[in-house]
């Protein structure tokens, strides 16, 4: 199994920043997996934010965070970060870090096969 375990979420005034932090482990974990970042307000639909391969040589970025949020890796920690500079009222969310076992995970929800129990984000304005 495969364990996802997210730190550093909190309250932030707009315009602030924060680095959000995901832990991988289990024994099926690999640094090959793909990794995503999604957020979910409440009363809304679970979104994507950001993804990226293990090699980091594919990043993608939903159109809302485009330059201001920025994912990477550190494989031999078996980590991935999601900063987020430039906060917003409207970024406010609970955020879940999550694995795919294939190569490039993908914007939907359904690309990914591990899923961490979630961090709150709340910005105020």
């Known amino acids: 199994q495969v364990q996802l375990v997210e730190s550093g979420g909190g309250l932030v005034q707009a315009g602030g920043s924060l680095r959000l932090s995901c832990a991988a482990s289990?024994?099926?974990?690999?640094?090959?997996?793909?990794m995503g970042w999604f957020r979910q307000a409440p009363g809304k639909e679970r979104e994507f934010v950001a993804a990226?391969?293990?090699?980091?040589?594919?990043?993608t970025y939903a159109d809302s965070v485009k330059g201001r949020f920025t994912i990477s890796r550190d494989n031999a920690k078996n980590t991935v970060y999601l900063q987020m500079n430039s906060l917003k009222p409207e970024d406010t969310a609970v955020y879940y870090c999550s694995a795919s076992r294939g190569a490039v995970g993908g914007m939907a929800r359904s690309g990914y096969d591990y899923w961490g129990q979630g961090t709150q984000v709340t910005v105020s304005s």
């Open positions: 289990g024994r099926t974990f690999s640094i090959y997996y793909a």
């Open positions: 990226s391969s293990w090699s980091e040589s594919r990043i």
